[in-house]
T-cell receptor, first 114, second 114 residues
């Protein structure tokens, strides 16, 4: 069964550094998402991406975040200058074109900012 | 999207059916009910979804009341590996101004005991 894959599984970075989290969505999907989950807290929506542009973003998704679909297969989340509070699990998800089809999530990247 | 209410935790004996309730009294006509689960810190896993008819797949059954104000996820023969946080989420179809994002609540922690 096709699945969403994320790399790396764990990323450690120093405060102020830039990180790029990578995702390969399911191949025929057209909607893409990033979520994050701080340890012990809820899964939180960050951003949705459709037709090569951001379709919706949350308050969390400020100017230090950006997303890109550089080559038609990968979907990336960049954090420009990481802060300690960016430490979390980051989940990518994708969705097929059908309106009611579910989101399928990857197993996440654990980002640790030191 | 309509708000959902779930019990914070439930227990179930291995081999028995687990029945997880969800209230969504403000659901509107075009909103679907989705169930996901999250095992430890893995990515949310899609289980099942429905609009108004009962649904069944290889993982679970979804029973939606006739007035659609509540639903029940049934795991027919729970195993230890079904121990997870279960999320009931209501969402409109993607399209137009909605891009299909899911909003996660706290969910129900299901513990399956030997």
């Amino acid at each position: 069964e096709p699945e969403v894959t994320q790399t790396p599984s764990h990323q450690v970075t120093q405060m102020g550094q830039e990180v790029i989290l990578r995702c390969v969505p399911i191949s025929n999907h057209l909607y893409f998402y990033w979520y994050r989950q701080i340890l012990g807290q809820k899964v939180e929506f960050l951003v949705s991406f459709y037709n090569n542009e951001i379709s919706e973003k949350s308050e969390i998704f400020d100017d230090q975040f950006s997303v890109e679909r550089p080559d038609g297969s990968n979907f990336t989340l960049k954090i420009r200058s990481t802060k300690l509070e960016d430490s979390a699990m980051y989940f990518c998800a994708s969705k097929a074109p059908t309106g009611n089809s579910p989101l399928h999530f990857g197993n996440g990247t654990r980002l640790t900012v030191t | 999207d309509a708000k959902t209410t779930q019990p914070p935790s439930m227990d179930c004996a291995e081999g028995r059916a687990a029945n997880l309730p969800c209230n969504h009294s403000t659901i509107s006509g075009n909103e679907y009910v989705y169930w996901y689960r999250q095992i430890h810190s893995q990515g949310p896993q899609y289980i099942i979804h429905g609009l108004k008819n009962n649904e069944t797949n290889e993982m679970a059954s979804l029973i939606i009341t006739e007035d659609r104000k509540s639903s029940t996820l049934i795991l027919p023969h729970a195993t230890l590996r079904d121990t997870a946080v279960y999320y009931c989420i209501v969402r409109v179809n993607a399209g137009g101004t909605s891009y299909g994002k899911l909003t996660f609540g706290q969910g129900t922690i299901l513990t399956v005991h030997p």
